[in-house]
């Protein structure tokens, strides 16, 4: 959750790194803080609260030198406070540390007997000590470092500086992302690659077990164990401008009117429009024959938060393609079970950063079980993507806003993708069947195009009920998971109560909640469901709710029953919860700008959820 820069060169790290962390904003925090080495002298400065207060603190008094460390913190061992956020030191170490270092009472205690003393409540502060303690008049650093990872359990991403090494920076991952910048003359390292991008766009990723050495001309990298590693540097596609706002009051609302080029760019990226098929990424090397495929009996698809949504959506027609089980599973509860699996399962694993850690742990055990693994994520080289049997990328870029959009819409276009794929390597997806679906599906982003023009009237929409304490969000089949998908982008953003339901499950309970003025919103759309739909619209219009329809382009009838529509034009009713999603993003977002909100944000929330 938290952000970790570094910088090594010739330029004032302090600047450099204020730069950095204001790029990481977006994973969330509580505190900030840097370290910087000159003359032999190390300074700290650290700030509760948001990064404007530590720059003010840094601007009155900025700390030289040309080699340094910077954090933002998300509050794990000890509440938010100066006091806790980060760099920490002990003797001649300074660290700062994104991860949960889980043997953390055991070794603070023994440290304690051995007379150590603590000026914080966090696990980071241990490492600190463990390294000084490994320390000796012949013990290099690195090996100090190595031998004091090496008693961690739990995850972690750590730079350190030593006061007396004002030319060299040491890393380590385990667990927790870290990506190296390549520069002439210096070098950097980063939670995650917006911070980099000013700077180069040459970059290394960081493996799991593996440290690395930083100096101004040279990166080493070695396993925990001393090993060399050779590893070639990639290039990043991403321009600047890809992760700043481009003019939009919000990062969030820049990536909603992103999401045709996004959808675009993840779907031209894999479909073989000759073959009608889906290549790239080593996708299609998960199953080498049709006969292989055949034997997967059942597939299980794993995710969290909002790719939770876009798994369940996944399933109704990836059942219909592959005439297979698929199970929707939560990675938080799928890895404290004992689920089935084998090597006749095919687990798909759903993640916008790659770096989840409940779905992570889910796929190890997957794999450990002898089950096949293909994964949808976002973010090359992450680890999700390394440690699956196959990938299939979103190809969305950087999303700032922590609350997912663009990558939300492209993960259910990559299970498409999926469908395609596994359906037509198996059989039950003829070819002009699949051409017919392919070009449907290419036309997806065009659609979004058509909605997005509406953005004016969904916001008037939107106003009417910005002031509501509730909000009920009811659809059926595929449409159900864009219910929910909509009442959690509201509560998420806006902090209103929002729920989502199956309509069908109305008079189960939820129609109970429902009196004058309560606004609902449906998803009415002219398909299988449309019958039943109407009849649950008719329900709660009849207990005086205030109803927002996203109803099929010329339905004329639903504008009868309801005053407020958005209108979806007409696409396969696979597709369409694509389209429907969009509307709901921005009915959440014009409520909670309304209200006053910090909508990139939101309070309690962090983009990558890399601890449990």
């Known amino acids: 959750?938290?952000?970790?820069v570094g910088y090594i060169g010739q330029e004032q790290a302090a600047g450099i790194l204020l730069d950095g962390l204001s790029r990481l904003e977006y994973r969330g925090y509580d505190s900030a803080g840097i370290a910087v080495i000159s003359d032999g002298k190390l300074t700290i400065r650290r700030a509760q609260g948001k990064l404007s207060k530590l720059r003010e603190m840094i601007h009155s008094q900025s700390p030289e030198g040309k080699i340094g460390i910077g954090h933002t913190r998300w509050a794990t061992h000890g509440r938010p406070s100066e006091t806790n956020a980060h760099p920490h030191r002990y003797g001649k170490v300074t660290v700062v540390h994104n991860g949960i270092i889980e043997n953390f009472s055991e070794l603070r205690e023994a440290l304690i007997k051995k007379g150590h003393h603590f000026s914080s409540e966090t696990d980071t502060e241990i490492i600190a000590h463990l390294v000084d303690e490994e320390l000796g008049p012949k013990?290099?650093?690195?090996t100090a470092f190595r031998r004091a990872l090496h008693r961690l359990k739990g995850s972690f991403a750590v730079a350190l500086l030593h006061?007396?090494?004002?030319?060299?920076?040491?890393?380590?991952r385990s667990g927790s992302p870290l990506v190296l910048g390549l520069g002439e003359g210096e070098n950097f390292v980063a939670s995650d690659v917006p911070a980099l991008l000013p700077y180069t766009k040459r970059v290394l990723f960081l493996e799991d077990g593996e440290v690395a050495v930083l100096s101004r001309k040279n990166i080493e990298i070695e396993t925990l164990d001393g090993k060399k590693v050779?590893?070639?540097a990639k290039t990043i596609t991403w321009t600047l401008a890809m992760a700043e706002k481009a003019g939009y009051k919000h990062f969030m609302l820049k990536e909603i009117f992103e999401q045709p080029r996004a959808l675009a760019d993840t779907l031209r990226g894999h479909l073989d429009l000759v073959k009608s098929n889906v290549h790239g990424d080593g996708?299609?090397?998960?199953?080498?024959?049709?006969?292989?495929?055949?034997?997967?009996?059942?597939v299980y698809i794993v995710a969290c938060g909002t790719s939770w949504h876009a798994a369940l959506v996944g399933k109704y027609f990836l059942e219909s393609n592959l005439k297979t089980l698929v199970m929707v599973e939560q990675a938080s509860e799928f890895r404290y079970r004992d689920p089935i699996l084998d090597k006749n399962t095919l687990v798909i694993a759903i993640s916008q950063s790659g770096e989840t850690a409940d779905t992570l742990t889910a796929i190890r055990n997957a794999k450990a079980k002898g089950a096949k693994v293909l994964s949808i994520v976002n973010v090359v080289d992450s680890s999700i993507a390394r440690e699956s049997d196959g990938v299939l990328y979103t190809y969305t870029g950087p999303e700032i806003g922590v609350a997912a959009t663009k990558t939300f819409t492209a993960q259910i276009a990559a299970l498409h993708l999926v469908g395609l794929l596994l359906g037509r390597k198996k059989g039950s997806y003829k070819k002009d069947e699949a051409e017919k679906f392919l070009h449907e599906l290419l036309e997806v982003p065009g659609k979004i195009d058509e909605i997005l023009k509406q953005a004016e009237s969904i916001r008037e929409i939107a106003l009417k009920y910005a002031h509501s304490e509730d909000c009920l969000f009811i659809g059926r089949g595929p449409q159900f998971p864009i219910a929910l998908e909509g009442a959690l982008k509201l509560k998420e953003i806006s902090y209103l109560h929002a729920e989502g339901y199956p309509a069908g499950e109305l008079k189960h309970g939820p129609i109970a909640l429902i009196d004058q003025g309560s606004p609902v919103v449906a998803i009415a759309l002219q398909d299988d469901y449309y019958e039943k739909m109407m009849s649950n619209i008719q329900e709660v219009l009849s207990r005086q709710a205030s109803v927002v329809v996203l109803a099929t382009e010329g339905d004329r009838k639903i504008s009868s029953l309801a005053a407020d529509v958005i209108y979806l034009p007409r696409m396969h009713p696979f597709l369409t919860p694509i389209l429907a999603a969009v509307p709901m993003q921005?009915?959440?977002y014009y409520i909670a700008d309304h209200r006053g909100h910090d909508v990139d944000q939101p309070r309690n929330l962090a983009k990558s959820v890399t601890v449990e």
């Not at 006061?163 to 920076?169: A, C, G, N, S």
């Not at 090397?285 to 006969?291: G, V």
Request: proline residues 5%; charged residues 30%.
């Open 586 to 588: 921005l009915i959440a």
């Open 139 to 142: 013990t290099p650093t690195l």
């Open 283 to 298: 996708s299609g090397e998960i199953f080498k024959t049709k006969a292989d495929l055949e034997k997967i009996d059942k």
């Open 163 to 172: 006061e007396f090494e004002p030319d060299t920076l040491y890393v380590a």
């Open 230 to 232: 050779q590893r070639e």
């Open 1 to 4: 959750m938290c952000g970790i």
